[in-house]
């Protein structure tokens, strides 16, 4: 990197972090710590979530899921993006979460089931978190080391300091500044201004990665060296990938679905809205950004696959290889593997982006990287005091010793993760990581929170077995992912014949879906396969006990605040009349209720039509492929190239300008109304016995 790009980075990181300190001044009790004091509109919610949401890590994560599956795999999980855009049009799980104002979804538990429940299931949030989180900073400090070709130690005289873990503590400092500073408030302010930074950075990384080939070099690339059943284009042609296949798709629909708000990284968002509308059409704002950054990113992952395997570029991509050799671990196959997933598409775009793009795309990561890091600092810091410490209490604390243990515990995390990532933060694929990591806490988290919300017959009994069962079965899983590898050559023959059996099973009756290898290294059955088992175990047992234990029905009216309980919304006027309207009318299916501006029905109706126009497009061509006749891998590459490239463009355009102004006016809009709020000194997360909030 240049100085020149050093400078793209460092300008606006220094302002972002000095506005965001700034902005401390308006915490002044517990809530605006927690939930920046309930003020915060649609857009703000929106980008500054969707940037929390998509950090670093998970750019690396599709960069590896892309460089192995390229656009066949990004076709079907179109089916992902659609369900996405449905909860957020229909405000599923997240409007009601809003209704009840509680500050964690603990609290919610607490509340809709047992304060003993509360506890058990904020250990297993905070801990499932805690876990999944300290991964970051390893990817981080090795993303920063590679891509600004930095020194493996950091020596003065004799003292060699590991550049790996000084780069983790300072990007963990920073982020601790911006957390500890204002918490919630203070990282949706930088999140917000980060997210649209990085929009227009996107667009034109796009656009200049795009120039960088010709037509014929991108088709060369990405049509001509991949062998049958591994096609980077025809999504029909993928029946021998082993990872990013179908079935990682369909488990990844159905878990979007499932776990819709279960998971608490961004937990200081859910509670945010100035109104459970606000709430509402803030993840609608977001999920246009859930499927901007894949869309960009596809771009540039194949991008820089064109740049390694075109001749052409022989002589460069030989310099790629040679580069990432002489800094890998030779001795370890595993961390040698991981480490090239993990960096050899940055590191490719790093040689292949003129001057001031490297640092562009330098600083959009950073920022990702710093948005992430603040959100989930703050989340599982707060989680852990609010969720785990608190209900044990017979009394709440008072506001500043609950801030102070707030800080404190953000502190422990960042420790916590720095340490886990300097001496085990090595995977084979981050997103696998992701899944089991993940299902410790939701393969239980979905069935009890789309049951506590929706049916009044769901029990405390049946969430007790929903949690313990998705717990025990994720633990279990990922030990086994694990250690597979350390376990393979002590296991007794019975063992092996018997996974080697299922894998047998598997390839026979879903070989349409992907392949299962047997292996001595690694596990035959992936995270995401081993968490989707975890979600039916604990779905079935909440169905199950719910149904023998059930003794009347729950009061869910004063659990959402309506009828007789509604304090401070119009929700139950908007939800009668949309329960009113036929299932099949268009307001139904948007979801559109009286609280809907004009403004409002025009950004609904465009979620609607852009939702409906995306199945329209996959369903046509699915069809037609299934049922008439298989497309030449041509006319796949001109589908990408012609279609795929101008939308991602056409939505970054339009996404950059509409979210700035969007954004801009929610952050002024959110300063005036914390000047004139008046903060309730018992808003702070405390449930009585009773069950009621105390505000």
């Known amino acids: 990197m240049s100085w020149i790009d050093y400078l793209v980075v460092a300008i606006p990181f220094v302002a972002i972090v000095w506005v965001g300190v700034r902005a401390k001044s308006y915490v002044t009790g517990v809530s605006d710590f927690l939930s920046a004091g309930r003020c915060a509109g649609r857009y703000l919610i929106g980008v500054a979530s969707g940037e929390a949401m998509l950090g670093m890590i998970t750019v690396i994560s599709y960069c590896e899921m892309y460089y192995k599956s390229g656009w066949s795999f990004f076709y079907w999980q179109n089916l992902l993006y659609a369900a996405i855009w449905i909860m957020a049009i229909t405000g599923f799980v997240n409007y009601r979460y809003r209704e009840t104002r509680v500050l964690t979804m603990a609290q919610l538990l607490e509340k809709r089931y047992s304060r003993k429940f509360r506890i058990f299931t904020g250990m297993i949030s905070f801990l499932a978190g805690l876990l999944n989180y300290a991964l970051f900073p390893a990817i981080a400090g090795r993303f920063l080391i590679y891509y600004c070709q930095l020194p493996d130690a950091i020596v003065i005289g004799s003292l060699h300091i590991s550049m790996f873990g000084f780069l983790m503590a300072f990007c963990l400092l920073v982020a601790l500044l911006i957390a500890l500073s204002g918490g919630q408030l203070t990282t949706m302010v930088t999140d917000c201004m980060q ?251 979905g069935a009890v929170i789309i049951g506590g919300l929706y049916w009044r017959r769901g029990t405390t009994a049946g969430a007790w077995t929903a949690m313990i069962t998705g717990a025990l079965f994720s633990v279990a899983g990922f030990t086994v992912q694990t250690n597979w590898g350390k376990w393979y050559p002590h296991l007794p023959d019975w ?64 659990l959402l605040n309506r009828g007789k309980y509604n304090l401070e919304h119009t929700g139950d006027a908007g939800n009668a009349t949309a329960k009113a309207a036929k299932w099949w009318s268009w307001r139904r299916i948007t979801g559109i209720t009286d609280e809907y501006s004009r403004g409002d029905r025009i950004v609904s109706n465009l979620a609607v039509g852009w939702t409906f126009y995306g199945l329209a497009v996959f369903g046509v061509i699915a069809v037609w492929n299934l049922g008439f006749r298989r ?63 105390r505000e």
């Not at 649209?196 to 690339?221: D, H, R």
């Not at 937990?267 to 509402?280: I, L, M, R, T, V």
């Not at 064109?306 to 991509?317: C, I, N, S």
């Not at 056409?650 to 809009?669: C, E, H, K, N, Y």
């Open 631 to 693: 497309w030449p891998v041509e006319w796949w590459f001109n589908l990408w190239r012609y279609y795929t490239v101008p939308l991602a463009l056409l939505v970054g355009v339009v996404t950059a300008v509409w979210f700035t102004w969007g954004g801009s006016r929610d952050l002024i809009r959110m300063f005036r109304a914390l000047r004139k709020l008046k903060r309730s000194p018992d808003d702070s997360g405390w449930v009585d016995e009773s069950g009621e909030d």
């Open 195 to 445: 997210g649209i930074f990085t929009y227009f950075v996107f667009t034109v990384l796009l656009i200049v990665v795009m120039l960088n080939f010709s037509g014929a070099q991108f088709e060369y690339a990405l049509g001509a060296t991949r062998g049958a059943g591994e096609s980077l284009l025809n999504p029909f042609d993928i029946s021998n990938l082993t990872d990013f296949n179908m079935m990682f798709v369909f488990i990844g629909v159905f878990t979007a679905i499932y776990s819709r708000m279960a998971w608490q990284g961004t937990q200081g968002y859910n509670c945010a809205g100035a109104s459970p509308h606000e709430q509402k059409m803030g993840g609608l704002i977001s999920s246009w950004r859930y499927s901007f950054t894949p869309l960009m990113t596809i771009v540039l992952v194949l991008g820089a696959y064109t740049f390694m395997h075109h001749p052409d570029f022989a002589g460069q991509a030989a310099g790629v290889q040679a580069e990432l050799a002489s800094r890998i671990n030779e001795s370890s196959a595993t961390v040698t593997a991981t480490l090239r997933n993990q960096m050899l598409v940055p590191v490719t775009l790093r040689t292949m982006l003129p001057v001031g793009m490297v640092g562009a795309f330098a600083a959009v990561m950073v920022f990702m990287m710093l948005s992430t890091d603040t959100t989930y600092l703050h989340s599982w810091g707060s989680i852990f005091i609010q969720d785990v410490v608190m209900p044990f209490r017979r009394k709440p604390f008072a506001a500043k010793t609950q801030l102070l243990l707030l800080r404190l515990s953000i502190v422990f995390v960042a420790v916590f993760a720095w340490t886990f990532s300097m001496y085990f933060g090595q995977v084979s694929y981050i997103a696998m990581f992701f899944a089991i990591t993940g299902a410790i806490y939701l393969a239980g988290a």
């Open 495 to 558: 063992v092996i014949g018997s996974v080697g059996t299922l894998v047998d099973f598997l390839n026979g009756h879903l070989s349409a879906l992907g392949r299962w290898e047997m292996s001595p290294s690694k596990f035959p059955i992936t995270g995401q396969e081993m968490s989707m088992l975890g979600m039916a175990l604990s779905i079935i047992g909440y169905i199950v006990v719910s149904l023998l234990t059930c003794r009347g029905d729950f009061d869910l009216d004063r």
